[in-house]
């Protein structure tokens, strides 16, 4: 597969340990939904996120028992022997949290803020500029993140007001992606005022539509070399917040734009956080951008695979996978570029199962009963028996060739 060129040139950006920008592949980041003045729940939910592989991990900062439980939840993730990022989202009030908890600002590794939503008029730059102080005080970097939902208002109306004075004949969307990408700019200009260097800026600019995300944010490339994170502001949630997410995010990266990126999926109740973690990753490594996981290769199901073990191992596998990435990347180098098939009857199963590292090719409605594994190609094995020993067999294959292919650090 052709790799994307990455056309939108960068400067490089350190938040911590990663880099962002400057030529670095495109990180993967999200946020937190616990309340952060829970430090151990929060703390918790920063390793899963991180486990699952969220680069960096966002949690919001909005009341003094949040910016107060921050160092300690920097220091749970250090104990657990977790370094992602922690980044501190601000809104209303990050002036006045970052100043008067000077432990939270060092204990942070990134700010995000949001200038729709940082005061009006000169208390709007006094205050940016108060946080853009804080960052240069402890050499920490900053997200420009504009979002459509809270726009700068005087920004909206006076732009509003130019288009119906001068008779630009521009739809009220494409005024407010304009205010869009001309609040970006001129908020890193503000930035850059008050002393923070090229290569502590990133810039997003997040809105709820694909199109209008992926008009915005061609525009904003054009017109800046900062890095720029993706995503849209509210994906929504399953099947529609996944499509919106890999419609918008696809066509921009797939054009070179974009280096990082948070597919923010809203979660069912008692949900799985690591569910946009996993979309991330995976839209990425679509895009043959990044691998992070072995590949998990299975068919939809036809009239042919009336029985469901196909559908129950692949489920097994993926969920096996996903448990024992954290450990498999520590200890096996190149574990996430291993594909796995799991077929259901013998139209592709035999060819998706040789296609891939090691693959099970399951009968399906009328066929022998009989499952052959491939290895690299070849036919390794054949499993029969119950699902629970079909899956206990074949899990014991895909250890066994992780040990064999790729060596223990």
């Known amino acids: 597969m052709a790799v994307p060129v990455r056309l939108h040139k960068t400067f490089g950006v350190r938040v911590g340990n990663v880099q962002v920008g400057g030529g670095a592949p495109v990180v993967v980041q999200s946020m937190t939904m616990t309340d952060t003045s829970d430090a151990a729940g929060t703390a918790q939910q920063c390793i899963e996120l991180a486990e699952a592989g969220s680069e960096m991990v966002r949690v919001t900062v909005n009341t003094p028992e949040a910016a107060d439980a921050v160092p300690e939840i920097k220091q749970r993730m250090l104990d657990h022997g977790c370094t992602a990022p922690l ?121 709820s539509r694909p199109r209008d995300l992926i008009t915005v944010y061609r525009d904003l490339s054009k017109k800046t070399h900062q890095p720029l994170h993706l995503g849209l502001t509210e994906a929504g949630m399953g099947i529609k917040g996944l499509t919106w997410s890999a419609a918008a995010l696809g066509v921009l990266l797939n054009e070179g734009i974009g280096d990082t990126i948070r597919v923010s999926l809203t979660p069912r109740p008692g949900g799985d956080r690591r569910e946009e973690v996993y979309a991330a990753c995976e839209i990425l490594q679509a895009l043959g951008l990044r691998s992070f996981s072995p590949a998990i290769t299975a068919c939809p199901g036809c009239g042919r695979t009336t029985s469901t073990t196909f559908q129950e191992l692949a489920e097994r596998i993926q969920g096996y996978v996903r448990e024992m990435m954290p450990v498999w990347k520590t200890r096996h180098p190149g574990v996430e570029a291993m594909t796995v098939a799991v077929m259901g009857c013998v139209v592709n199963g035999p060819g998706e199962s040789k296609a891939a590292n090691i693959g099970i090719s399951l009968p399906g409605t009328g ?43």
């Open 367 to 409: 066929e022998s009963p009989n499952c052959p594994v491939f290895i690299d190609g070849q036919h390794a094995t054949s499993l029969r028996g119950t699902y629970d020993e079909l899956a206990t067999a074949f899990q014991g294959l895909v250890d066994d060739y992780v040990l064999k292919t790729y060596p223990t650090k």
């Open 87 to 207: 980044i501190g989202d601000f809104h209303y009030n990050g002036h006045l949290l970052l100043t008067r908890y000077p432990a939270a600002a060092a204990a942070l590794d990134k700010y995000r803020i949001n200038p729709g939503n940082v005061g009006t008029g000169r208390r709007r730059d006094e205050q940016f500029a108060t946080i853009c102080q804080v960052a240069v005080d402890h050499q920490r970097p900053v997200r420009i993140g504009v979002n459509g939902g809270s726009l700068n208002q005087e920004l909206v109306m006076a732009k509003m007001q130019e288009n119906t004075d001068k008779n630009l004949g521009k739809s009220s969307e494409e005024v407010l992606n304009d205010c869009m990408v001309l609040s970006a700019l001129q908020s890193t200009e503000l930035a850059l005022d008050a002393g923070l260097r090229t290569d502590q800026i990133i810039i997003s600019c997040k809105v």
